[in-house]
């Protein structure tokens, strides 16, 4: 089958498969996809294949009918439960939206007569092999707009971009009440680390940032995150170097308890890493710091630009979106960086009951 034919004619979609398995941030960038899918057609049935982490996050939400998860750290036993869950379904069109190895393996498994994938150029690991039908190529784009190309490529339009990362249920709602009831000024989280040690900031900045939010903006510092060895150690040195202490919530509620930590957060400051797109999801003004990866490519999508920090480019460089990641250039990023986008909140998005 050609990639560059459309197949809106491709109808009713009456059973979708989605593979899209890991990264927070990507499950977030998927969601706007489900719900283009399924304001065309109401009653198509979403099945997802996801890892048990990014699986929690999006659990319960209204239009993903079903979760198969796919357990990476079971080795080969974890794609052969995949499989064996695969098999006893057919669906009309599978969405290969991972362009790795192990996501077309996963491919392989379903049985549909379209098995939809990137382009050559931008299929990694030999991904392309294990579709049967490719979006066109195209140079690269903020990954949202990637994968809005699929649903291009069957005829529907994405707009309105929409995440809808809740409903929340009553027990995460008396959760957040319960978090929040101890905390007298408006809270802002604090992402003290990421999955890779080059997108993380330094921590004793992140202290000094903390003392400027208490002391001069009026704000709660709340540290938010995992409990791995990097986040533990940039929780010990800002709690050990603030002057005003922040709140600690590192692996408070899991990613669902983060979700309703941010949906009550007056702002969200994060490297680059998946809270910051649950932060542009849930329409929290976010100040994010990028300089490893390409913020063209991650940065928050289609709002709160003028709050991010770009540390990738050098002053006035016009650079293309790519997959290129620039090392050691997080420590660019000062203190007086973050409190300007702090300023720009106040002055812009804080009087507007962001």
């Known amino acids: ?38 304001r065309r057609h109401p009653a198509s049935h979403v099945t ?3 890892q048990p982490g990014p699986a929690t996050l999006v659990r319960g939400h209204p239009l993903v009918d079903e979760i198969i998860l796919f357990d990476r750290t079971k080795g080969l036993a974890g794609f052969l439960e995949t ?48 579709t049967t039908d490719r979006v066109p190529a195209r140079p690269m784009q903020h990954v949202q ?12 339009s994405h707009e309105p971009v929409t995440w809808g990362l809740g409903p929340f249920s009553d027990a995460e709602r008396t959760w957040q009440r319960e978090f929040i009831s101890r905390i007298d000024r408006p809270i802002v989280p604090i992402v003290v680390a990421t999955s890779k040690a080059q997108k993380d900031w330094l921590p004793e900045r992140w202290a000094q940032v903390c003392d400027a939010l208490a002391a001069d903006f009026g704000l709660q510092p709340v540290l938010v995150g995992g409990r791995s060895a990097r986040e533990l150690h940039a929780e010990h040195t800002i709690l050990e170097r603030a002057r005003s202490k922040p709140i600690s919530a590192l692996g408070q509620g899991g990613l669902r308890g983060l979700v309703g930590i941010f949906d009550a957060a007056a702002l969200v400051l994060s490297p680059d890493t998946g809270p910051l797109h649950i932060s542009v999801a849930l329409d929290r003004p976010v100040v994010s710091l990028i300089g490893y990866s390409n913020p063209k490519r991650v940065g928050p999508y289609r709002k709160f630009r003028d709050l991010m920090i770009d540390a990738y480019g050098e002053p006035g460089e016009e650079y293309g979106v790519t997959m290129a990641n620039r090392p050691d250039r997080m420590a660019r990023i000062t203190v007086n960086d973050v409190l300007d986008r702090v300023q720009r909140w106040r002055a812009t998005y804080a009087n507007a009951g962001s």
């Open 1 to 38: 089958m050609g990639g560059d034919v459309s197949r809106s004619a491709f109808a009713p979609l009456e059973r979708v498969c989605i593979v899209m398995m890991s990264a927070v941030g990507d499950a977030v960038h998927v969601l706007p996809v489900i719900h283009a899918i399924k």
């Open 48 to 50: 997802w294949v996801l």
């Open 83 to 130: 499989r064996a869950q695969l098999r006893t379904r057919a669906f009309d069109v599978v969405l290969n939206l991972q362009v790795y190895f192990k996501a077309g393996i996963i491919t392989s498994f379903t049985s549909a007569p379209v098995k939809l994938g990137f382009d050559v150029a931008r299929a990694r690991d030999f991904n392309w092999l294990f």
């Open 145 to 156: 707009d990637q994968y809005f190309e699929f649903t291009e490529w069957l005829g529907i």
